[in-house]
C-alpha cells in the first residue's frame, strides 16, 4: 500500500512540475538559420553587412556568424558586403535549423592568387585576380606593382612603363619598381 501511494505521489509531482515549467520560446513559427562567413584563408570575416532581398538584416559577429530567423521558408537574395573584401550576391533557400556558408575574398588574397598565377605562367588569371584587388584598392603600390611585372612577363612593357613612372612618381620608389622600369624600359 505504502509502495503505490509513493507512485502516485511521484508520479502527481512529475505532472505538475512538468505542467508549471516554462515554455521555450521560439524566434518565431518558422525557426532559424544559422550562417558563416569566412575568407579564403578559413578565418572567420566580422562585421559583413547583410542584406535579405535589399533590406540591411544584421552584421556578422566576430566568429564571422549570424542568424536569420522570423522568415518564411522559400528563397531569398542575400547580399554580404564589406570593405576590402569582393561582395557576395547570391539567392538561398530559407530553411530552418540549416547553416549557410560563405566564402568572402580580400585584395591580399586576390594578390596572392596572382603571384601563383604568374608563378604557373598563366598571366590572364593573373591580370583577372590583380584587377579585382584593384577594384577593392585602386592605389595599392604593391598590387599596381604585380600588375607591372604581369605585363612585363607577358611582354607588354609599354603598359608597364607608365604603371612603374606613377608609382614612383606617388612616392613608391622602391629600388625594386626602379630596378624592374630600368628593365622595362631596356626591353622596349
Known sequence: MLKNVLIISLTTVLFLSCLSGNNVKRLSDEGFMFAMIYDWDNTPVSAVIIHINGRRIVDSDIQGRFILDDMEKGEYRIRLTKRGYETIEETFYFDPLSVLYFKMINAQQLATLAVSAMENTEYVYAENYINRALILEPNRPDILYLKSINYHLQGKNEDAIPILEN???????????IQLLEIVQFAE
Open 167 to 177: 608609382l614612383i612618381r606617388s612616392g613608391n620608389a622602391s629600388s625594386a619598381v
